[in-house]
């Protein structure tokens, strides 16, 4: 399957989605938390997708089709989004991310279970092999820095709470779907039937998996271009 054509505009849509997370952020933070208001819902259900729009861009980053030909700016929009991404590292997840597109399925795919493919043990396992030390201690000292300005509630309710949902968004629409039980295809990947609206929210169009794998450097937002069926 032929790629789609690098563009420029994934600088723009990259900083868009970084952008939009933070102007999301600063309302949710001065939002007085109140939950019998259905707004404050909301907000936590929009601040999760962004979330996992800045995932989303950091992995198109390594894949090199945020900004083709441009490895500056695509390697910065991808360490940006990794960072705000509650301190991910870049530079961790960029080798492991091509070892489960060369090893997809394996014993050797980092983001295949290991020995037990039932739900929890397989997104606790997909969490340790993502979630470093030093991202916690980090993540624990911004909070109580940031909350000497932000009310705790909004702290929790709206980077606590939508970055953890998120990697449940990213783990089960992008990892567990795609790839639980067996395959008879060269990814090892299945797709969702063809709905780009619920493709777009559920994973910005990554439940269309094996497209990705057939087509790697396609960015999340031509992605849905890839589907036939």
């Given amino acids: 399957?032929?790629?789609?054509?690098?563009?420029?505009?994934?600088?723009?849509?990259?900083?868009?989605v970084i952008a939009l997370w933070g102007l999301m952020l600063g309302i949710n933070f001065t939002?007085?938390?109140?939950?019998?208001?259905?707004?404050?819902?909301?907000?936590?259900?929009?601040?999760t997708h962004l979330f996992t729009g800045l995932f989303i861009t950091a992995h198109d980053a390594m894949h090199g089709s945020v900004a083709p030909k441009r490895a500056g700016w695509n390697h910065g929009i991808g360490r940006l989004a990794a960072f705000l991404f509650v301190f991910n590292s870049y530079k961790l997840l960029r080798p492991a991310h091509y070892k489960h597109h060369r090893h997809v399925g394996t014993a050797?795919?980092?983001d295949f279970h290991r020995g037990n493919p039932s739900f929890w043990f397989w997104y606790l396992d997909f969490l340790k092999e993502y979630i470093r030390w030093p991202q916690i201690l980090m993540a624990a000292?911004?909070?109580?820095i940031v909350a000497i300005w932000i009310p705790e509630p909004n702290l929790i309710l709206y980077w606590v709470v939508p970055s953890l949902l998120s990697t449940l968004?990213?783990?089960?629409?992008g990892t567990y779907l795609p790839h639980k039980g067996e395959h008879e295809n060269q990814h090892h990947a299945r797709s969702q039937?063809?709905?780009?609206?619920w493709a777009f929210l559920s994973c910005y169009f990554f439940g269309y998996h094996f497209e990705?794998?057939?087509?790697?450097?396609?960015?999340?937002?031509q992605l849905w271009r890839t589907k036939e069926g």
């Fill in 193 to 197: 039937g063809k709905n780009h609206l």
């Fill in 141 to 144: 000292v911004a909070f109580n």
């Fill in 169 to 173: 968004q990213l783990f089960y629409f």
């Fill in 212 to 221: 990705h794998h057939d087509s790697p450097s396609t960015p999340w937002w």
């Fill in 108 to 110: 050797d795919d980092p």
């Fill in 1 to 16: 399957m032929k790629a789609a054509r690098p563009s420029r505009l994934g600088i723009w849509i990259g900083m868009t």
């Fill in 31 to 47: 939002w007085e938390v109140d939950f019998l208001h259905p707004l404050t819902y909301l907000f936590v259900l929009i601040q």
